[in-house]
């Protein structure tokens, strides 16, 4: 293989590459764009669109496209050649800074709510600069904004640009009220693992559910699963292994820092973390991380799932959000640093962070929102639905002295001894590591761990983001009204904590007394997606994303409308997909074994006159009896779906998918994963569970 540091960021249109390669005034004003967020100077673009040129035909491109991200849990990319006729019948390889700045795909065959019907089809795509364009597959990518003709955003990269630009606006003048000169600009950073499942390619093209739902929709537990715990951090398979590397190398090459890989829980599942960036980019890296994912599994005969739930009975996958909010400066405003307690700075960072969650637990809960993380949420090893936030109890303490004015006494840092002399002692971290909190403070950093491994994590972080921002507004509000500057300050601080003290939890989010606690603390239980799309229209939501210029009230409408479209089509696909397999494929396969069965006890009893028949009696009698129960179920399932399917209003639909279809579902499920532990392996039409994980 090449010198890593040589093939890192080859394929990348980065910061040293610009550098070499446009005129020194050209690359200051362009980094000022990027890192300060300062609006583009338009005299640039064709400068750089050529540049951008030059270097992506060096790399192999002979096209260009808008790479963008519209409301469908996709990226999209339309590829144009460079090519450009001139006399002669000859062509020159040309890029315009037109063309870089602006692009003009047809929006009306992507998602668009109610959008659609009030504005025109018409689209435009617009160079986002903080994000490097890349080369791949021939084809120089640049990364935009997508929104309609009227400038409402059509994609989920818009909100978070507007959401960043927010914190940072808001960000930067509590820090001046604070006394730093410095500061310019507020940046959040964030750092996304990924899990995800493989699954051999063959076993996957024989499965009707992994093909068009991303997950199984049948299928009996393994004799064994995960309860070993034999998988987490084990040996990586030889095969996955090569997937692995072949992975790690390609993603280094698009300068995105792969750093952390290992087996996660559940057998067959995995997972992969980059070392952070700012949030933009990171995410926009998440998403080449997942399509880059698939592909090269492909090339190891292996298909990657990055459904939520892939299986039942074991864990699903998820994806951490690890955020934190720093300076141009170089400063982590969520260090605590040696003595929190006396940390103004970092005390005022954690209660806008505590207000924000806890006003907004209705939106965080929305944000990860989606059928396939319905199906992980609540379950093993994942966050419930219920939001609240682990500080540890270092933090918790510190919040309990400060509301109750007393003086916080400390745990000094203790020492790590493992006992063995030639091993060194050192300081342990002073808080426990906490697995079940859905929203858990490590460090320097919050991690959201309700996000669903397969989607986009911009939504989570836009509201994280104006949810916060909003909180220092209301913050800069009272300090500049201040009489006593420094009174103020402990008193907004010590009034934020008490008001929200209820949305701190250390203790085993997993429990269920948690439940019952947190509706006595009055915290939100959205337990279904359809639910928590409900809540954004309230009218405090809108409100605040139309205060920090996040969102407008009609794209709140036309993105609820989305959602719910959304969400009832990919049950729809799943009930139409377990419909389809128990009528073709599972139903008459039962049949069959039934008959041979039957066939069995016949030609037993033609052969010996006390023929003892007995045991195929027996399983003939409950498989009958269980294909009956299946049989009625599918067809109630069928009536409800097309039940569903006549709703007219998108909310009542959504709700039926989720109140009424669901349940069939799993009806029908538990009857077909009994028949099959009475059905003969030879007679099974589908691929087994023990198959799936373990065949890899
Ligand atoms: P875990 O123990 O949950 O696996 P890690 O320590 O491996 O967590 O880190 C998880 C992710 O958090 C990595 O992507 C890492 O780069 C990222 N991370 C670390 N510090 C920060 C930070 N200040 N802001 C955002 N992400 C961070
Ligand atoms: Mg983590």
């Known amino acids: 293989m090449k010198n890593i540091p040589d093939l890192f960021g080859s394929m990348v249109f980065n910061e040293e590459v610009m550098r070499r390669r446009l005129p020194q005034e050209v690359f200051e004003s362009l980094s000022r764009t990027i890192e300060e967020g300062k609006e583009i100077d338009p005299a640039i673009a064709d400068t750089v669109a050529n540049a951008m040129k030059e270097w992506a035909i060096e790399k192999g491109a002979t096209h260009y496209t808008h790479w963008f991200q519209p409301l469908n849990d996709i990226t999209a990319e339309k590829h144009e050649a460079f090519i450009d006729p001139v006399p002669g019948g000859k062509v020159v390889m040309e890029f315009s800074g037109k063309e870089l700045i602006k692009g003009e795909p047809d929006a009306s065959s992507f998602p668009s709510g109610g959008l659609r019907a009030t504005f025109e089809a018409r689209g435009y795509t617009a160079w986002d600069p903080a994000s490097y364009a890349f080369v791949k597959d021939g084809t120089l990518y640049i990364p935009t904004a997508f929104c309609s003709y009227t400038g409402e955003a059509l994609d989920t990269k818009t909100p978070l640009l507007r959401s960043l630009d927010a914190l940072s606006r808001e960000g930067v003048r509590l820090m001046r009220l604070l006394g730093d000169k410095e500061v310019k600009r507020i940046t959040t950073t964030i750092g996304i693992e990924q899990e995800y499942f493989l699954v051999d390619k063959e076993l996957y093209d024989s499965r009707k559910d992994l093909i068009f739902a991303g997950c199984t929709l049948f299928g009996a537990p393994a004799p064994k699963g995960q309860e070993l715990e034999d998988h987490y951090f084990g040996p990586i398979a030889t095969r996955v292994g090569e997937f692995m590397a072949e992975l790690d190398t390609e993603l280094w090459k698009l300068g995105i820092p792969a750093k952390t890989k290992h087996n996660e829980t559940a057998p067959a599942q995995h997972e992969l973390a980059p070392i952070y960036t700012t949030a933009n980019r990171s995410i926009d890296q998440n998403l080449l991380i997942m399509s880059y994912m698939k592909r090269i599994a492909e090339r190891h005969g292996l298909v990657c799932l990055l459904h939520e739930k892939p299986y039942a009975g074991v864990n699903g996958s998820g994806k951490h959000n690890n955020w934190s909010i720093g300076t141009d400066t170089g400063k982590n405003l969520l260090k605590p640093g040696k003595t929190p307690a006396e940390n103004k700075l970092f005390l005022l960072m954690l209660a806008a962070v505590l207000r924000a969650v806890d006003d907004y637990q209705d939106l965080l809960r929305l944000s990860v929102a989606h059928a396939g993380n319905d199906r992980r949420l609540g379950g093993l090893e994942a966050p419930p639905a219920v939001i609240s936030v682990f500080t540890g109890e270092d933090l918790e303490e510190v919040i309990d002295a400060i509301i109750n004015e007393k003086t916080y006494q400390g745990c000094a840092a203790s020492k790590m001894n493992f006992g063995i002399p030639s091993v060194p002692v050192f300081t342990k971290d002073t808080t426990d590591r906490n697995r079940t909190s859905p929203f858990a403070f490590t460090g320097n950093k919050?991690?959201?761990?309700?996000?669903?491994?397969?989607?986009?994590?911009?939504?989570?972080?836009?509201?994280?983001?104006?949810?916060?921002?909003?909180?220092?507004?209301?913050?800069?509000?009272?300090?500049?009204?201040?009489?006593?500057?420094?009174?103020?300050?402990?008193?907004?601080?010590?009034?934020?904590?008490?008001?929200?003290?209820?949305?701190?939890?250390?203790?085993?989010?997993?429990?269920?007394?948690?439940?019952?606690?947190?509706?006595?603390?009055?915290?939100?239980?959205?337990?279904?997606?359809?639910?928590?799309?409900?809540?954004?229209?309230?009218?405090?939501?809108?409100?605040?994303?139309?205060?920090?210029?996040?969102?407008?009230?009609?794209?709140?409408?036309?993105?609820?409308?989305?959602?719910?479209?959304?969400?009832?089509?990919?049950?729809?696909?799943?009930?139409?997909?377990?419909?389809?397999?128990?009528?073709?494929?599972?139903?008459?396969?039962?049949?069959?074994?039934?008959?041979?069965?039957?066939?069995?006890?016949?030609?037993?009893?033609?052969?010996?006159?006390?023929?003892?028949?007995?045991?195929?009696?027996?399983?003939?009698?409950?498989?009958?009896?269980?294909?009956?129960?299946?049989?009625?179920?599918?067809?109630?399932?069928?009536?409800?779906?097309?039940?569903?399917?006549?709703?007219?209003?998108?909310?009542?639909?959504?709700?039926?998918?989720?109140?009424?279809?669901?349940?069939?579902?799993?009806?029908?499920r538990a009857s077909v994963d009994k028949m099959e532990t009475m059905t003969a392996s030879y007679a099974w039409p589908l691929a087994t569970y023990g198959d799936l994980l373990f065949r890899l």
Request: with cysteine; net charge negative.
């Open 446 to 668: 919050f991690e959201f761990r309700m996000v669903g491994s397969s989607q986009n994590v911009s939504f989570p972080n836009v509201v994280l983001n104006t949810a916060v921002a909003d909180v220092f507004a209301d913050f800069s509000d009272r300090l500049e009204k201040a009489e006593d500057f420094d009174a103020t300050l402990k008193a907004i601080i010590k009034e934020t904590f008490a008001a929200h003290r209820r949305i701190v939890f250390n203790g085993n989010g997993y429990a269920a007394d948690w439940e019952k606690e947190a509706k006595r603390r009055g915290l939100s239980n959205l337990k279904n997606s359809v639910e928590a799309y409900r809540t954004f229209t309230a009218e405090k939501n809108i409100a605040l994303f139309e205060r920090q210029g996040v969102m407008s009230r009609t794209e709140i409408l036309s993105r609820q409308e989305i959602l719910f479209e959304h969400y009832a089509k990919i049950v729809h696909i799943e009930a139409g997909t377990m419909i389809e397999m128990a009528s073709r494929d599972i139903l008459p396969a039962v049949f069959s074994y039934e008959k041979d069965l039957a066939r069995n006890i016949e030609s037993i009893k033609n052969v010996l006159d006390d023929g003892d028949t007995m045991p195929e009696e027996e399983i003939l009698r409950s498989l009958t009896t269980e294909t009956g129960k299946a049989y009625r179920a599918l067809e109630e399932l069928k009536a409800a779906t097309d039940a569903a399917l006549a709703e007219k209003d998108v909310c009542e639909q959504a709700a039926a998918f989720a109140e009424k279809v669901l349940p069939l579902m799993s009806k029908l």
